[in-house]
């Protein structure tokens, strides 16, 4: 791929409204361009990036304040050591960092950076498709900086290491190569390939903090494309690295998400697909070690080894209140798994519609009627939205008749 011209790229930055607003407020920040992934997908005239990141070289400080201001957005976070800022404006989200060159004291260790030229930037980078820049500033809009053999590489679809010891510097990016590799439908150099494959049977990953791994693990899980980018770990052994017991089973998460609603989390049914071999309390352990947060987690341990025992259940019921009796209590992202485990009838009839069947009486009605105030309001609401879902109560007469005969006589 031969670099397109300064004004070619300068018009399809303008083109595209995030892109348009970042220029224009780094317009007159010398020494400041786009980099990374946002560069390689304006290449690759690939739908528009939501996180984008600006290099500055200098102090990047001062052009994320002014960026904040014009953008009429608010600088959330400044990272000293790394000479880093982030800027969130309505949709978009900017992180500025200082152009820097860094050194890794030991495998796996965070690095050691110090303020760099933009070539020593893009020499920092993870693949080479990812070392692309291109200027922000006025009066060099468009003009395009690429590590060498960057375009060669995304005209041929490579993903490539820039140097012998990428992984072992830092083992995430095992995860990214095969997050990128799923997404843009490239494949690795056979370097690459050789590496990484080196990387992991080294352990290179136990070399990392479970938080960094974890960190990956979501935005890998979180992709449209993460059943691929599993795939692509198993055939590297890169997700017996993750956990021994971690075996992602893409037919059955395919299966799941083809079942979850819309207020599900793709995410975490992807990883809960992939946990079915552990034991609760070491499942437990590792996703609070991968800081997941406690709903989460939750989730994920349900879905994972409980979901085998729903779907039991719900394949033995066959009235609709038999079947809210059971999946009510249970998250969308578990009742999805137990659907693909083989209650896929039950569990699409309840998620697709007898979960939204609401009573047209409250706990108030009940009360005003003389059931003192307890557990009886709570039965007599189960009894009365039972006989609507089994369509033997139609209108609020016949929910509260019911309601108060399933609650009892009030006391005296």
Known sequence: MDAPPASELAARLRAQPRTARVADAFADVAGSHLVGGAVRDLLLERAEPVDLDVVVEGDPAPAARAAAERLDGALQVEHERFGSATVEAEDLRLDVVMARAESYPAPGALPEVRPGSLED??????????????????????????????????????????????????????????????????????????????????????????????????????????????????????????????????????????????????????????????????????LDALELTAAERDTVVAAALDAETLAEQLRHAHRASQIGAIARAHPVEELAVAGALGAAEPVRRWLDDLRHVRLQITGDDLLAAGVPEGPAVGVGLDAALDAKLDGEASGRDAELRIALRAAGPPPG
């Open 121 to 286: 930037d893009l020499a920092r980078r993870d693949f080479t498709v990812n070392a692309i820049a291109v200027a922000l500033t006025a009066s060099a809009l468009g003009t395009l900086h690429a590590y060498p053999g960057a375009l060669e590489d995304l005209d041929e679809r490579v993903l490539r290491v820039l140097h012998l010891g990428s992984f072992v510097d830092d083992p995430t990016r095992l995860l990214r190569l095969v997050r990128y590799a799923a997404r843009l439908d490239f494949e690795p150099d056979e370097r690459t390939d050789a590496l990484a494959r080196d990387a992991i049977a080294a352990g290179a990953l136990g070399t990392v903090s479970a938080a960094r791994v974890g960190d990956e693990l979501r935005l890998l899980v979180a992709e449209p494309t993460a059943l691929a980018a599993l795939a692509r770990a198993r055939a590297l052994e890169l997700h017996t690295a993750l956990h021994p017991d971690f075996d992602p089973r893409p037919d059955l998460a395919q299966r799941a998400l083809e079942l979850l609603p819309p207020d599900g989390r793709d995410d975490l049914v992807v990883l809960a697909a992939g946990c079915t071999r552990f034991e609760a309390d070491e499942l437990g352990g590792w």
